[in-house]
């Protein structure tokens, strides 16, 4: 049985999360006391129907009932469940604009004397026990509703048996460092397609604007010592248990240079047999 513990802040996209699980075939169920998720879990191991996919969300409206979360996970680990846990964050200052743009209460609104900062600010505290022990973190700091929802359905409608997924994600600077990224490659050393005219309003996707950058003093070298790093650290991560690898590699605007070598990068672990998930998360950005 395949079971996501779905957690994180409020309004950083949760909701549409479990949406994306449940078309892609998981069972899902919200805002579950984690009490009562070892429980659940035996009965949809010994459900006659097919349970074989479940997702529960645990977050802060929960209240104090998120104290029995670790209970909860000890008890998973007892019964030999395979959990994993999936966490949405957000930068704070999104998630209030997002509160104000949907004019709804934030579930601690009201402990937090009716300061959204600071209902956002403890909320994190509140749930930071359940982030130290996530297996998959999402930043939708800078995501729309259809990347997001993206990367839930590559992350968990891959073939597990091609192993830990490694996302290449490439990024720009100007738009923020991704949080959830385990490694991070500065590629803005190498020519920037972005003062050429005719380069200008095209991609790393794009041949030309590969070429270019491929062309830099060093590049070619870079993106061969990239691929045998990557190669060197893979196992060795996975030995360790992890979910997922995430390769972030990063330029001023994250539409150039850092899409053609996380392109590169992909294409190198594919050819491999590699399961790999590739996120070009400001390539649509102006």
Known sequence: MEFIIVSGSSGAGKSRAIDALEDIGFYCVDNMPPKLIPKFAELCRTSQSDMSQVAVVVDARGGESLHDMAGALELLQQQAVAYKILYLECDAAVLARRYKETRRKHPLSDRAGGSLSRAIEEE??????IRERTDYLIDTTHLSAAQLRERIVALFL???????PVQCMSFGFKYGYPAEADMVMDVRCFKNPFYVEELHHKTGLDAPVRDYVMTSDGAAEFAERLCDMVDFLI??????????????????GGKHRSVTFAQHLAGHLQEAGQRVIINHRDIQKP
């Open 235 to 252: 196992p060795r991560y996975a030995e360790e248990g992890k979910s997922q690898l995430v390769i972030a590699i990063g330029c001023t």
């Open 124 to 129: 994190r505290a509140l749930l930071g026990n």
């Open 158 to 164: 891959g073939d597990a048996r091609m192993g830990m």
